[in-house]
């Protein structure tokens, strides 16, 4: 069950959920087995032989994923950022690599501090101008990394246009899609190589889970390359932890868009108030973003962000009043929360002190919208 054969819904409810063979169990197990029997004559037939390498619930959520983005296979990671890290260790040392410059600060830390011996070429643009873009490929740019809408500034990025501008300069293009997703944005069949995700946010969908995975557009050396490092270095997911994130992969086309419809409500809400200075979300007509967003998604997601007159202090006030909102980090989940995100982003935080971002979860909108009333104050 690949490709494009079937509708996301379809695809996210029965994309590798088969029966199980041997007891017709239709919910899928749950195998906590590290170890394989193997074959009297050594081999493998059934597949599998140690836990790192692979197992029966890695293998679920893995091709149940790569059929949501229209890919060939998949490779799950314990988080988003342990995926990030392992298409970062596909390049090599003098390898150039040109990503936005709002990337998810997680990203931008693994690439200045974590992998820095690792002797990358990197450089920031604003991806949504692609004359920038152009202007910063060199010869030995080996990648695109895309990101659309971005975290916290909801920027949105053009990912054909820039697909063919790293095909043009033989180079890879990979879109992180884990505000969009697969119910919103299919990359792949878009342009792109390979979608990154963290599955800790709407794929799980309940804030319960740590997970990422990558996706690839077809079989190759740097898919090959990519499962090698999946397996030798192991930062792998635990069988339950895949068997959440499938769990929560089945919903995801309903919640996802759920949270997009009362984030648009909560958005133009936002527009309207007197101590909201702006309100960054790509599905408002007037965002910068909106023509490409309403041409290259399904919907514009379920996360905003808004700036409050008054300052950080006044940021904080508001987030402090929020009942409904949950004060904390993360989106995706069942339930609504509210971040100041530069304080937790910290040194180096390229976001305005004065923006609270929201992640719009499952209750109803106008239950969310009296909560913000309430919150901002007259
Ligand atoms: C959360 C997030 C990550 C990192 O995922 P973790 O599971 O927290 O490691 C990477 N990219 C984006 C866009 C994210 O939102």
């Known amino acids: 069950m690949t490709g494009e054969s079937f509708h996301i819904e379809t695809l996210a409810v029965h994309a590798g959920a088969a029966p199980e063979p041997a007891t017709g169990a239709v919910s899928p197990s749950i195998h906590l087995s590290t170890i394989f029997e193997r074959d009297a004559d050594g081999g493998?037939?059934?597949g599998y032989s140690y836990q790192r390498k692979a197992n029966p619930s890695r293998a679920a959520l893995e091709t149940a994923l790569a059929a949501l983005e229209g890919g060939a296979a998949a490779a799950a990671f314990s988080s988003g950022s342990a995926a990030t890290t392992a298409i970062f260790q596909t390049l090599s040392r003098g390898d150039h690599l040109v990503l936005p410059g709002d990337a998810y600060y997680g990203t931008r830390v693994i690439l200045s501090d974590c992998l820095a011996p690792w002797g990358l070429e990197v450089t920031y643009v604003d991806v949504t101008d692609l004359a920038a873009v152009r202007a910063a490929m060199r010869p030995n740019t080996r990648m695109i990394w895309v990101e659309t809408p971005s975290n916290p500034m909801l920027k949105v990025s053009d990912i054909a246009a820039l697909a063919e501008l790293a095909h043009d300069n033989k180079a890879l293009c990979v879109c992180d899609n884990t505000l969009a997703t697969p119910v919103l944005s299919r990359p792949i069949p878009d342009g792109a190589d390979f979608v990154v995700h963290a599955t800790t946010k709407y794929i799980g969908g309940h804030s319960d889970i740590l997970g990422g995975v990558i996706v690839t557009k077809e079989l190759g050396p740097v898919f090959e390359r990519v499962k090698h490092l999946q397996h030798a270095l192991g930062a792998v997911p635990s069988p339950f932890d895949c068997w959440l994130a499938l769990r929560g992969m089945r919903t995801i086309a309903l919640r996802v868009r759920a949270q997009a419809s009362s984030a648009l409500e909560l958005a133009r809400f936002l527009t309207k108030h007197a101590r909201v200075t702006a309100v960054h979300y790509p599905g408002l007509e007037d965002a910068p973003g909106h023509a490409i967003a309403a041409r290259q998604m399904r919907g514009f997601?379920?996360?905003?962000?808004?700036?409050?007159?008054g300052g950080e202090s006044a940021a904080m006030a508001v987030a402090a009043k929020c009942r409904l909102f949950t004060r904390a980090t993360s989106f995706g989940g069942i339930e609504s929360?509210?971040?100041?995100?530069?304080?937790?982003?910290?040194?180096?935080?390229?976001?305005?002190p004065d923006l609270l971002r929201v992640s719009v979860g499952l209750e109803h909108p106008a239950d969310l919208i009296a909560d913000m009333t309430q919150a901002l104050g007259p």
């Open 44 to 46: 493998y037939s059934r």
């Open 301 to 309: 997601g379920g996360l905003l962000s808004f700036q409050v007159r």
């Open 337 to 352: 929360l509210i971040e100041h995100r530069a304080s937790i982003e910290g040194p180096g935080t390229t976001t305005p």
